[in-house]
């Protein structure tokens, strides 16, 4: 579309440039920008244009455009509302949504700017914004309707306009009355109660009663008894009737209009598809409650407006309920306009290019408008971020048909392609020990173990009475957070369980089971140390890739080909994961281009192989859905805009951020429903409800209510003591509408977790909270932090049986990034430590750090330049060693920290320390007051979970 500054009105100018809400009234037929102050604040007598930007993670700028019809607006009003967001669309490139919202109808997605609710008010522009503020508070009756969000609207004060169905709020001088029909829902009631929220602080200055009213309780109630004076007293109330605005839209056929002249003439085709929509013209699809007016990208703006006219003909007919006009651009259409087309192929949007917005943006910028945002370059890709503490504890499990076998620690994390398996991780959170249990599936493994796998996890879940997560995990499609809690992971092809062994035997299939003296190739891939697989392929060229790196072996030969486009990182990768799969054996490097005859000749001879890395599904834009499961069928409503609010304890929600899914559950949901949980979610990745080409074995977590996992609350802003109430939602939502907050509970809030930095950097944050716990066997992963991470810490002490292919590995890449050997600061050298030793079995600790050894600060350098290579690791332990525990009676040695008494380290002392570390108060006691007022010793404190220190901290006033 040709774009002329003329077409342009200049309040447009620079809007939708970063994410937020703009909006316009018209006022003389122009739009008047609204302040920021007056949003959400409608009069009944005007008309508006409503801009919402979002920044999608792509770094791209959505926009969706609303204008909105008071019922008392001119029709002249009206339609240049209409016609200046089509202008406000040209402003943009041409590619926002437009929505036409009539007061009383406006869509979800509309409202979801607004939250709880807009309440419009009397007046408008051309009355002089005469309203009733200034007057006396006048007593008002409100119907609200809507579970997700509320449709408020002002009824007559009557008993006639009271009924069993709805709810209502009774707006009085000095209390807020809420009436629940008896066929209201309990969520609608929770909603409702967030209007009544609103109305008591906008109209009452957040000082007024609230009274919650049932319908059919009787007079002997006094708040009732109350209420229904208001109306003359108790009376049974009327049936419903239903009146034109209720009337439900008929069930009408889809019919497809070509726009000519501004006129909309009837396409008779059968079935609709997408061919029938041509680039040079407009469209209008009459679904009913919904009706869209299409596009074509090289239509003019003229012809644009034209087509708005002749929709809002089409609905404007006598018999005809309210709908939704709908207006899209071609490339950028809504799922919910695809879906009325029997076939639609693959989404366009991601070609079309910036060209539209971009003209645009050269038009402003002549004009000396700032640009600024309307075109966005796609951020650079970052490494996912786990969001899950990988300092836990980790159990692995077999799947043998219906028995699991656990596996010893240095073989938890090596799968087979044939077999499923089951984990059990436990960790700390910031409140309480987090679990995650999960099955993973192997490409080549049968259903009889996949039912099995999942039926023992869920078992396990229900015993732990539902506070783990569950995930369900399949080959190929694993998370983040799986590969950083196993660290290095090994996948071997074939399979060891009787039910892979029967299947390739009924189907006379080689068994392809790997063997030490078979001839196997496996990719490598990951991020570092602590994210790194090596996945068996198949031993042929073809499987060889440009970007990755390979280890090749057969019998007595171990190579390692590095591909052209591959990095030093995942080349010193394959060392390390080499020192697993050979660690006796001395390998050939071959690099791409310049290999040797012998490698080609394991591999069947020379063939073609690509070179981009193997993709992955990104993480999108969450989005949040509400669902319904009946009789195997699925039926789920968009949450627009959504907050922890939204999540109602009656329901189960899906949060779909395509490359996962999550399945919430609350928990007043019937134990039926809850143990489909995971059949709702198979069911969403079916459905595939907004077309995005959801895999069917993308990652799965269920995820209950009171017990979510960090890596689920990161989408929300979260509060752990909402998800901690008791009760319904309307009596959770009550409890805080009366009380005027959030109770507070003895639990804290949960913040969210910090962008993980490494395993060691976990343990560093932690040790630098208190030094004790460092060394907590509670915190120790005694089943290894990762055979990977034992089998090289074994390697520096034993030279002999390490890869003689692999150089020595340097100490330097066992600590986290924060911290190094010659730190100067006590707590990061004891995190150190920390993260070193905690990898290692319990009693080797005892000889590679010699108890009666202690220290100064100064010793470390010099000490470390001197020792031989061999017993580099137990020097460096050694260096760092700062006054470590000396001898076992003497565990509750102050380290050296200054002391003070209990009265100066009280929250709320007369004479408080002022430098000290707030966060530890309790580290500042000495040993022998820790043990009057804790009624423990240090290190046994240290040892409790952290929701119970800090009970007992506040208990004393040290928190």
Not at 352 to 362: I, T
Not at 902 to 909: D, F, I
Request: hydrophobic share 35%; with cysteine; glycine share 6%.
């Amino acid at each position: 579309m040709a774009v002329s500054m003329r077409d342009l009105d200049p309040a447009f100018q620079g809007a939708g440039q970063k994410a937020g809400i703009d909006i316009w009234r018209i006022e003389n037929f122009r739009p008047v920008p609204v302040p920021k102050s007056s949003h959400g604040k409608f009069f009944t007598g005007d008309s508006y244009v409503i801009l919402n930007t979002t920044a999608l993670k792509s770094g791209a700028l959505r926009n969706d455009i609303h204008y909105w019809l008071g019922k008392d607006t001119s029709q002249d009003e009206a339609g240049t509302a209409a016609v200046k967001t089509v202008e406000l669309d040209a402003a943009l490139g041409g590619r926002a949504v437009q929505y036409r919202e009539v007061q009383g109808h406006e869509t979800e997605k509309f409202l979801s700017y607004f939250k709880p609710c807009i309440i419009p008010q009397e007046g408008g522009v051309a009355s002089g914004f005469k309203h009733a503020e200034a007057e006396e508070h006048q007593t008002r009756l409100y119907v609200c309707r809507g579970k997700h969000v509320v449709h408020v609207k002002e009824v007559s004060f009557s008993r006639s306009s009271l009924n069993h169905d709805d709810i209502f709020i009774l707006d009085t001088k000095s209390k807020i009355f809420q009436f629940n029909g008896s066929n209201s829902s309990i969520q609608e009631r929770a909603k409702a109660l967030e209007v009544v929220q609103y109305i008591k602080d906008t109209y009452h200055g957040g000082k007024c009663e609230i009274a919650a009213i049932e319908d059919g309780k009787l007079m002997a109630d006094a708040e009732t008894g109350e209420f229904w004076g208001f109306f003359g007293g108790f009376a049974p109330l009327p049936r419903k009737t239903a009146n034109d605005e209720d009337k439900a839209m008929d069930a009408l056929p889809t019919r497809l209009f070509r726009v000519e002249n501004g006129k909309a003439e009837l396409v008779e085709a059968e079935p609709l598809t997408q061919e029938l929509l041509s680039t040079n013209k407009c469209y209008i699809l009459d679904c009913g409650a919904e009706v869209f007016v299409w596009m074509g990208r090289n239509t003019s703006l003229d012809e644009r407006k034209s087509a708005s006219g002749a929709t809002e003909e089409l609905v404007r007919g006598l018999d005809r309920p309210k709908s939704h006009i709908i207006r899209v651009i071609e490339g950028f259409e809504t799922v919910m306009f695809r879906s009325k087309f029997d076939s639609w192929p693959e989404s366009t949007a991601a070609a079309v290019s910036e060209d539209g917005r971009g003209k645009v943006a050269a038009l402003l910028k002549r004009q000396g408008v700032n640009v600024k945002g309307l075109l966005k370059a796609s951020p650079a890709k970052e490494e996912p971020q786990p969001y899950i503490d990988c300092t836990g504890n980790l159990q692995v499990w077999r799947v043998n048909g219906q028995e699991k076998i656990l596996l010893p620690a240095s073989d938890q994390s090596k799968f087979y392609s044939g077999d499923c398996y089951i984990f059990h991780y436990s960790y700390p959170g910031e409140d309480k020990e987090e679990y995650l249990i999960g099955t993973w599936f192997g490409k080549q493994s049968v259903e009889e173990d996949r039912s099995s796998a999942i039926s023992q996890a869920s078992k396990m879940v229900e015993s732990m009475k539902f506070l783990p997560a569950q995930a369900r995990i399949y080959e190929g499609n694993e998370p983040i957070q799986f590969f950083l809690i196993f660290q290095s992971f090994i996948v071997f092809k074939g399979g060891l369980s009787d039910g892979y062994k029967k299947y390739i035997a009924e189907k006379e299939l080689p068994d392809a089971t790997y063997t030490e003296d078979g001839i196997a190739l496996f990719r490598v891939q990951g991020s570092g140390p602590e994210n790194m697989q090596a996945i068996q392929v198949e031993p042929v060229a073809s499987s060889l890739n440009s970007s990755y790196c390979y280890i090749l072996h057969r019998s007595s030969s171990v190579f390692t080909w590095s591909g052209n486009l591959a990095s030093s990182g995942d080349q010193e990768l394959v060392e390390r994961l080499l020192d697993l799969i050979k660690p006796d054996m001395q390998s050939k490097p071959q690099k791409e281009g310049s290999e040797s005859e012998l490698f080609w000749e394991l591999l069947g001879g020379k063939s073609e192989y690509p070179s981009q890395k193997i993709g992955r599904d990104a993480e999108n834009d969450p989005h949040l859905f509400s669902c319904t499961f009946s009789k195997g069928e699925l039926k789920v409503t968009e949450v627009y805009n959504y907050n922890q609010d939204d999540l109602m304890t009656e329901d189960i929600f899906i949060l779909d951020c395509r490359s996962e899914i999550f399945v919430w559950v609350g928990q007043q949901v019937d134990s039926k429903d809850r143990l489909q949980s995971l059949t709702i979610g198979e069911k969403f990745l079916e459905r595939d409800f907004l077309l995005e080409k959801l895999s069917r074995e993308a990652p799965i977590y269920i995820v209950m209510e009171g017990s979510e996992p960090p890596f689920f609350i990161r989408f929300f802003s979260w509060d752990s003591a909402k998800s901690s109430m008791h009760g319904n939602s309307f009596q959770r939502k009550l409890a805080i509408v009366k009380n005027g907050g959030t109770p507070t509970l003895d639990k804290p809030k949960r913040r969210i977790p910090v962008p993980y930095g490494g395993r060691s950097a976990v343990a560093a944050e932690k040790s630098q909270r208190s030094r004790s716990v460092s060394f907590s066997p509670d915190r120790v992963r005694v089943r290894g932090r990762s055979p990977a991470f034992n089998a090289l810490a074994a390697n520096f002490e034993s030279p002999n049986t390490r890869n003689l292919s692999t150089p020595p590995p340097m100490v330097k890449k066992l600590y986290p990034k924060s911290v190094t050997p010659d730190s100067g600061k006590l707590a990061s050298r004891s995190a150190t430590i920390a993260a070193l030793t905690s990898s290692f079995e319990q009693p080797a600790r005892e000889t590679i750090i010699p108890r009666s050894l202690k220290v100064s600060p100064e010793a470390p350098k010099a000490k470390a330049e001197t020792n031989s290579k061999e017993n580099s690791m137990s020097s460096r332990i050694e260096a760092l060693t700062i006054q470590e525990d000396v001898k076992e009676e003497e565990a509750e040695d102050d380290e050296g920290l200054l002391t003070y008494p209990y009265e100066r380290l009280k929250v709320l002392s007369a004479d408080p320390v002022t430098e000290i570390d707030v966060t530890k108060r309790e580290t500042y006691l000495s040993s022998e007051e820790f043990r009057e007022k804790f009624g423990m010793k240090k290190d046994a404190f240290y040892k409790l979970p952290k929701w119970k220190q800090n009970k007992l901290k506040m208990a004393l006033q040290l928190f």
